[in-house]
């Protein structure tokens, strides 16, 4: 799965050992997906099993998952897809993000991670900057 990148401006690619790859200073020729409405920002054709977001402290905003894994052409804020169940907050609507927040996304695939670090334009949409993402569960070297 590749992320819904489209140029590389200005970035620094570093694969460590073969598992993970970092990438700074990324962003599309378009812009975030939808203006940051969409909060996928990886290819989720191959199924989605979990997606969160969360504060750069770690308080998880919100989480949905979904068993087995289902496809997502795109995800918006506290709109949960069919087939997808919302497990933070129990109940209820999460809260706003708050401009300029920091966040992180977390997607994670049958075989993937995918890490995205970036900011809140506004109550409910991400603009996201440096992306990581590995093989899932993660591999032990000489294994």
């Given at each position: 799965?590749?992320?819904?990148?489209?140029l590389v401006a200005g970035g620094i690619v570093l694969a460590l050992a073969g598992v993970?790859?970092?990438?700074?200073?990324?962003?599309?020729?378009?812009?975030?997906?939808?203006?940051?409405?969409?909060?996928?920002?990886?290819?989720?054709?191959?199924?989605?099993?979990?997606?969160?977001?969360?504060?750069?402290?770690?308080?998880?905003?919100?989480?949905?998952?979904?068993?087995?894994?289902?496809p997502l052409k795109r995800l918006h804020y506290a709109e949960i897809p069919a087939g997808?169940?919302?497990?933070?907050?129990?109940?209820?609507?999460?809260?706003?993000?708050?401009?300029?927040?920091?966040?992180?996304?977390?997607?994670?695939?049958?075989?993937?991670?995918?890490?995205?670090?970036?900011?809140?334009?506004?109550?409910?949409?991400?603009?996201g900057g440096v992306w990581e993402s590995g093989p899932w569960p993660p591999r032990t070297?000489?294994?």
């Amino acid at each position: 799965m590749q992320p819904k990148t489209l140029l590389v401006a200005g970035g620094i690619v570093l694969a460590l050992a073969g598992v993970f790859v970092v990438a700074v200073g990324m962003h599309s020729e378009d812009g975030p997906p939808e203006g940051g409405r969409d909060l996928l920002t990886t290819d989720g054709s191959g199924g989605i099993s979990s997606f969160q977001i969360a504060t750069a402290d770690g308080e998880v905003l919100w989480r949905e998952e979904a068993s087995p894994a289902r496809p997502l052409k795109r995800l918006h804020y506290a709109e949960i897809p069919a087939g997808f169940r919302q497990v933070i907050p129990l109940t209820g609507r999460p809260r706003p993000f708050r401009k300029g927040e920091r966040l992180k996304t977390e997607v994670m695939t049958p075989g993937a991670k995918f890490t995205h670090s970036g900011e809140a334009v506004d109550e409910t949409r991400f603009i996201g900057g440096v992306w990581e993402s590995g093989p899932w569960p993660p591999r032990t070297p000489g294994a």
